[in-house]
């Protein structure tokens, strides 16, 4: 693509600390990952998934982070989820042998560029979904000129109402499709319930997981009676993830935040058996301007995003008062201790996913010192 | 900064387009760039701004990218803002000789920056905001260290309780620290009235920007008392610029946003008397599944902000109904004619300078054909 392009690609990169720092070095504002808690996240998932006896494929979506997802496949996962075609570009570049875009690729660049990643990496596991018998044919005429081989999977809408087929008769006309290809193994279903994940009660969400597992398990039989192998059902998140498995229908679960966490996720009402994710993505800023009882800090729209409510600072005695694109006012609250000219603070991001595609680096701080920096190799892969 | 990181960089970069393809060939999500109305926003600022007898600086931080800014120059600009030292460096390095951080900086490592900038460039004027003492001293050493000169200026809290200082007693204390820098000149008074920008209806706008011209006033007053010389008094936005230049206090203005425009911006009230600014800035996405009358796209949360508000479809007969991190669902109304799968379509963003921030490249179009790629380049400039 763009080979006719004049362009001028001035590539600036800038990058917030040095190994060895110390944290209140580190330039601001800045994406940390703090390292105990993110290997803690990991050690729970791992544990979770060899309780309830379900394959792991952890969402990079929400890390963008070829590191990261080398830790994840290191603590058990099987592979991981990408939304973007560009997304497992990234991964598959980075040596991750099994990737699956749990969504639909529509539009000739991108089923082409689809095709030849196929094609460039032959030994990787590659998967994408569909939900219409057209995109089967346009990817399988593809598919066969660059003689690429995918996995793919047929995504069922349960509850999302977003895409995805809505009957079991859709379901098999777009797996008798897939089959039909020389160029495609069809692996199952994609039935990811992506509303029920912030749904605050534990019920709400048991529920709608057990709603979501019915419809994919009617589409499994469809499947069944037509003798079309259905090797795996696959969706689930970070809020419910644990009922997919506890469903027996699915036997592979996507969930991603769990790794970084943030504040809607932590407003979830917690069920009693689910492990516990900590907080291990958080914003470092700097204070800027003091003014009595307010601080201003050097981080706003274009540190974080406030899409799933206001970022919550990591400290008492502070609440946020508003944001901008490149400042957060603080307020304090009572008497707390005063803020001060220069010092570095910490906030908790309400929405991880959206917050990291903002930046280009994590700062992996371990102690109180900066352990890595680890590149967001996908951070605007949006195609 | 960080020479002793080993890290690994797989500076991927994806083209949404090529020079000549047509607009339904561009891959999505994409930024788009009308240029016919782009242009008439241009002028329409150069003919306000003749009209207004005010010098326009206009606000990079809307657009981050040296192509705009050099065509700003060229419709008369006498230079650009920023909010951020790399965001400098960037138009700097572009050949834009005269920048202002219009924003305090705090912090070691971005003191240094700045005043590497300033050596590196000693032919441009490179301007920054002040509202501490301490800050004025710091600055003022590491300047001497470099070898470098700043335009200096002292922002004051005109309402927007964020940064600046209160009082013109406080105005005079840093104004003398100013003037006692051999490397510092000092330049006026940066008094912009943030929060004013989107206040809806025109007396507020109006009734803010002369409160806003008062308190600059007394300031002003108190650096003439005091023999001390104040040359810019400079603010306003694309909401108000109108009012701080009619107010002849200002003598500068920074609107940012009038040149792309967004949907929070169309829903003030306009003066009878402003110029009317059209929106440039769209997104182009693809619909990526139909399902009776809902029809999802392949941009979300990654492709633009909601900070303030959702965006607005650029056709009729559908609604956004929700959003999500790589997705948007529309709803029809009515029956207006359906979307099909794999159509390209447009929306309007809500707020121009977050959603920018998103993405790598502007495509530039003119008449439905692609024109031009401009590269985003002070895109993730947070530091």
Redesign the interface.
């Known amino acids: ?20 720092d110390r944290l209140e ?1 580190v ?3 800045a994406l940390i990952l703090d390292l105990e808690r993110f290997e803690a996240n990991l050690q729970r998932m791992r544990e979770a998934a060899a309780r309830l006896d379900v394959r792991v494929r952890p969402h990079a ?1 929400s890390h963008k982070c ?1 590191e990261i997802a080398r830790r994840q496949m290191g603590a058990g996962a099987i592979g991981i989820c990408c ?2 075609v ?1 997304e497992a ?2 991964f598959l ?2 040596g991750i042998d099994n990737v699956l875009i749990t ?8 089923l082409e560029r689809l095709a030849q990643l196929g094609r460039r990496y032959p030994a990787a596991r590659l998967g994408v979904c569909v ?2 018998v ?2 089967v044919h346009r990817l399988a005429g593809t598919c066969s000129r660059e003689g690429a081989r995918l996995d793919v999977y047929v995504e069922i ?1 349960v509850g999302q ?4 087929v ?1 009957t079991p008769a859709e379901v098999l006309t777009l797996a008798h499709a897939i089959v039909a290809c020389p160029s495609f193994t069809f692996m199952g279903l994609h039935a990811y319930a ?1 509303s029920a994940q912030h749904r605050r009660r534990v019920a709400e969400r048991r529920g709608a997981i057990e709603a979501a597992a019915r419809k994919a398990d009617e589409a499994r039989a469809a499947l069944s009676a037509a003798r079309l192998r259905c090797e795996i059902v696959t969706g689930g998140g970070t809020g419910t993830f644990m009922y997919e498995a506890a469903s027996r229908i699915y036997n592979e679960v996507q969930p991603g935040s769990y790794v970084l966490m943030d504040t809607d996720y932590a407003r979830n009402d917690q069920d009693i058996d689910a492990p516990r994710f900590d907080h291990a993505l958080l914003i470092l800023a ?4 003091v ?1 009595g009882d ?1 601080a ?1 800090l ?2 706003g ?3 974080f ?3 799933s409510g206001l970022p919550s600072p990591a400290f008492d005695g502070w609440r946020v008062a508003n ?5 957060t ?1 603080l307020h304090r609250i009572g008497d707390r201790p005063s803020l001060h ?2 010092e570095k603070v910490l906030l908790i991001p309400s ?1 991880c ?2 917050t990291v ?4 680096w994590f700062v992996a701080v371990r102690e109180g010192t900066v352990e890595a ?1 680890w ?1 967001i ?7």
């Open positions: 693509m763009g080979e006719r392009i004049q362009w001028e690609v001035m590539a600036f990169q800038w990058l917030p600390a040095a190994v060895e070095d330039d601001t504002p979506k070829p939304q973007k560009t570009e990234v570049a980075a969504n639909e690729v529509v539009g000739g660049r991108k939900d219409d057209e995109v809408d109402n977003r895409c995805g809505a992506g700097t204070v800027m301007s003014r307010r201003t050097d981080a729209l274009k540190a995003s406030t899409d944001i901008s694109d490149e400042h006012v000219l220069g929405h996913d959206p595609n903002l930046h280009d920096l590149a190799d996908a951070r605007g892969a949006v195609f």
